[in-house]
């Protein structure tokens, strides 16, 4: 939640990106699916999504978020994670994954696409120069998650950072 705080500052005091005007708090609460305790022992204002609003032209801006990955209702952790093991051809993982998280057959099916077509965004092509010739595309989110250091939270901590641009919505900048 922290590095969403730090990025939400960031883009506060850069002003509102179409005009330049001040941004202020527009904040809404979210349930978010796949966790795994109940929403009372989750840290105070973890469900909340920061958003911003210009106070001259109005426009909304979402920061980007390592919780939350753009208007999905599940946290960006539980669609990584169970990308990665649904992909992984367990049978008895993906039951798993249905009673734990909740997610429908059609949800993980849903989230296996959106890795798919990230391939062909702009992000994942510019950042493919900077990844493995060896990586394996049709392994996402696995592949990616193999190639960072560290434990397996810090793995995962540095594929939500990676991932956040994708979670926010930023207007155009005024031409």
């Keep these: 939640m922290e590095m969403d705080r730090d990025r939400l500052e960031q883009v506060r005091s850069a002003g509102c990106p179409k005009c330049g005007g001040p941004l202020h708090t527009a904040h809404f609460e979210r349930k978010p699916g796949g966790v795994l305790v109940a929403p009372e022992q989750l840290p105070e204002g973890y469900a909340v999504r920061f958003d911003l609003c210009c106070g001259s032209c109005r426009r909304r801006t979402l920061p980007a978020s390592v919780r939350f990955l753009g208007r999905k209702v599940f946290l960006a952790v539980a669609i ?3 990308t990665a093991l649904v992909r992984g051809g367990d049978r008895n993982a993906v039951e798993l994954l249905r009673r734990q998280l909740g997610a429908s ?5 849903r989230w296996g ?3 798919r077509e990230l391939r062909s965004t702009a992000m994942w092509i510019q950042a493919r120069g900077t ?3 060896d990586l394996d595309d049709l392994a996402l989110p696995g592949s990616l998650l193999e190639r960072y250091a560290g ?3 810090d793995r995962m901590v540095r594929l939500l950072r990676w991932l956040s641009p994708l979670s ?6 005024a031409r």
Aim: hydrophobic letters at 50%.
């Design 168 to 173: 926010g919505r930023v207007p155009e900048q």
């Design 113 to 115: 696409r959106w890795w």
């Design 105 to 109: 057959r059609s949800t993980l099916a």
């Design 80 to 82: 990584v994670v169970a």
């Design 131 to 133: 990844l493995p010739v």
């Design 151 to 153: 434990s397996a939270a």
